[in-house]
């Protein structure tokens, strides 16, 4: 019998995958008993900050790592397809039909035993795979400490709001996709430069919410647009609010754009793309309702931000992600100090397949540095600098050997991950 302990994308993905290879799996999550900071549904799988599970491109790092997932049969992928939302070159999705979907083949495989509580002690002796997220309970956090030694290791995450379709003044705004790729799935409100100015000095003089510790250490990949702003605000134009490739119906470009994803099937909600915050929940109403298009905005749910922890993987984890310390005992997702959606999901198939082999006798699997899943668990395992959540990137992969143009990079990453993975999946019978 193996135990999971969280439901979230890496613990689903993890028990899938034992299941349908026939191994008895008990699956631990404490939602509805005792709930995160974030979560609000009791469903395996819930997103909590952005519906999009970023680029679909195979000249795309996690564009990339996505087909790598396909190829290993994905219950993270197969949910996304089956409740995709328009989002251009981007994969989004509904997120409560994407949850739903996966709860459902979770409870509904006969393999899987769920269990509802709060899990604060760990057996050395059992086969784990700890995936309980950036969220991680107090107790739990606590007991990994004690069992490996290590720093207690955080960051803060925010999240966007989300704004009511119907309050959005259409007159003001335009659908488009960045360079027209893709269908013109994207609300665009754009700024002249005395409409962002104002703005700008509204948006780096409003009122924070303080963290518990009264210090904001932020990830610098998912940083809030008020902390970016502080840096200048050539950070936002040059950033999440670049009008590059976003021009006018009337062919002129404006001086900043701030873009609106779908964030629901129905299309009622939008998230505001690149704007997570932490700002109170009045200042974000009165700030954000001086961009164009949303002076009459209605919020569905308004930016927050909550701590997010992960362990210190390169003292503690194998590249296999199983532990130094005791060898039958896994972690997966953003705990393993990887970033993003698709990233933990990814890891939660690499712990499954291992736990397999273990439990089979068999050599646990290295992924190649080559392909872009293997590349990112070699990264949290050997990173010698100041360890931090890594997402899926190209700057992590060993150089290209054979001659090319700089334009062909990136297609060639692609092409010679997914080759390494096809290598891997017939080599070990996956």
């Not at 899987?112 to 107790?139: K, M, Q, R, W, Y």
């Given at each position: 019998?193996?135990?999971?302990?969280?439901?979230g994308l890496?613990?689903?993905?993890?028990a899938?995958?034992?299941?349908?290879q026939?191994?008895?799996v008990?699956?631990?999550e404490?939602?509805?008993?005792?709930?995160?900071d974030?979560?609000?549904?009791?469903k395996f799988?819930?997103?909590?900050?952005?519906?999009s599970l970023?680029s679909?491109?195979?000249?795309n790092?996690?564009g990339?790592?996505k087909e790598?997932?396909r190829?290993?049969n994905s219950?993270?992928?197969k949910?996304?397809?089956?409740t995709?939302?328009?989002?251009?070159?981007?994969l989004?999705v509904?997120?409560?039909g994407?949850s739903?979907y996966?709860?459902?083949e979770i409870?509904n495989?006969?393999?899987?035993?769920?269990?509802n509580?709060e899990?604060?002690n760990i057996?050395p002796n059992?086969?784990i795979?700890?995936?309980?997220g950036?969220?991680?309970?107090?107790?739990?956090?606590?007991k990994?400490?004690?069992?490996?030694?290590?720093?207690?290791?955080y960051?803060?995450d925010?999240q966007?709001p989300?704004?009511y379709?119907d309050?959005i003044?259409y007159?003001?705004?335009?659908?488009k996709?960045?360079?027209d790729?893709?269908d013109?799935?994207?609300i665009?409100c754009p700024?002249?430069?005395?409409?962002?100015d104002n703005f700008y000095?509204?948006l780096?003089?409003a009122?924070?919410?303080?963290?518990?510790d009264?210090?904001?250490k932020?990830?610098?990949?998912?940083m809030?647009?008020?902390?970016?702003?502080k840096?200048?605000?050539?950070?936002?134009?040059?950033?999440?609010?670049?009008?590059?490739?976003?021009?006018?119906?009337d062919?002129?470009t404006?001086?900043?754009?701030?873009?609106?994803?779908?964030?629901?099937?129905?299309?009622?909600?939008?998230?505001m793309?690149?704007?997570q915050?932490h700002l109170?929940?009045g200042e974000q109403?009165?700030?954000f309702q001086m961009i164009?298009g949303?002076?009459n905005?209605?919020?569905?749910?308004?930016g927050?931000?909550?701590k997010?922890?992960?362990?210190?993987?390169p003292?503690?984890?194998?590249?296999t992600?199983?532990?130094?310390l005791?060898?039958?005992?896994f972690?997966?997702g953003?705990?393993?100090g990887?970033e993003g959606y698709?990233e933990?999901?990814?890891?939660g198939?690499?712990a499954?397949?291992?736990?397999k082999r273990?439990?089979n006798n068999e050599e646990l699997?290295t992924?190649?540095k080559?392909?872009i899943?293997?590349s990112l668990?070699?990264?949290?395992?050997?990173?010698n600098?100041?360890f931090?959540?890594?997402?899926?990137?190209?700057g992590?992969l060993?150089?290209?050997?054979?001659t090319?143009?700089?334009?062909e990079?990136?297609?060639?990453y692609?092409?010679r991950a997914l080759s390494?993975?096809?290598?891997?999946?017939l080599?070990?019978e996956?």
């Amino acid at each position: 019998m193996v135990k999971i302990i969280g439901g979230g994308l890496a613990g689903s993905e993890a028990a899938y995958y034992l299941a349908n290879q026939g191994i008895k799996v008990t699956l631990y999550e404490m939602r509805p008993v005792k709930y995160t900071d974030a979560h609000k549904t009791a469903k395996f799988g819930e997103l909590v900050c952005s519906n999009s599970l970023k680029s679909n491109s195979l000249e795309n790092a996690c564009g990339i790592l996505k087909e790598e997932m396909r190829m290993l049969n994905s219950l993270t992928m197969k949910a996304a397809s089956l409740t995709s939302v328009p989002a251009g070159q981007s994969l989004a999705v509904d997120r409560e039909g994407f949850s739903e979907y996966i709860t459902n083949e979770i409870k509904n495989n006969k393999n899987i035993t769920i269990v509802n509580e709060e899990i604060i002690n760990i057996d050395p002796n059992d086969i784990i795979i700890i995936a309980t997220g950036p969220l991680t309970s107090d107790s739990l956090s606590k007991k990994i400490k004690e069992m490996f030694g290590d720093d207690d290791y955080y960051f803060y995450d925010a999240q966007a709001p989300i704004i009511y379709a119907d309050s959005i003044d259409y007159n003001k705004v335009y659908f488009k996709s960045r360079y027209d790729k893709g269908d013109a799935d994207y609300i665009n409100c754009p700024f002249t430069k005395e409409e962002f100015d104002n703005f700008y000095h509204e948006l780096i003089n409003a009122e924070e919410t303080l963290t518990p510790d009264f210090e904001l250490k932020v990830f610098e990949g998912c940083m809030p647009i008020e902390e970016m702003a502080k840096r200048g605000e050539k950070t936002l134009t040059f950033g999440p609010m670049k009008p590059v490739g976003l021009r006018r119906p009337d062919g002129t470009t404006p001086y900043a754009v701030l873009q609106l994803r779908q964030d629901d099937s129905a299309k009622t909600l939008y998230n505001m793309v690149g704007f997570q915050t932490h700002l109170k929940f009045g200042e974000q109403k009165r700030v954000f309702q001086m961009i164009p298009g949303l002076e009459n905005a209605r919020f569905a749910k308004y930016g927050r931000i909550h701590k997010n922890t992960y362990i210190n993987a390169p003292k503690i984890l194998n590249p296999t992600l199983n532990t130094k310390l005791y060898q039958n005992i896994f972690f997966a997702g953003q705990l393993s100090g990887v970033e993003g959606y698709v990233e933990s999901a990814a890891t939660g198939i690499l712990a499954g397949i291992n736990v397999k082999r273990l439990l089979n006798n068999e050599e646990l699997i290295t992924l190649p540095k080559e392909t872009i899943l293997g590349s990112l668990v070699n990264y949290i395992t050997s990173s010698n600098v100041d360890f931090q959540p890594m997402n899926a990137n190209f700057g992590i992969l060993p150089p290209l050997e054979e001659t090319h143009h700089k334009k062909e990079r990136k297609a060639l990453y692609g092409k010679r991950a997914l080759s390494k993975m096809k290598e891997v999946i017939l080599k070990y019978e996956l």
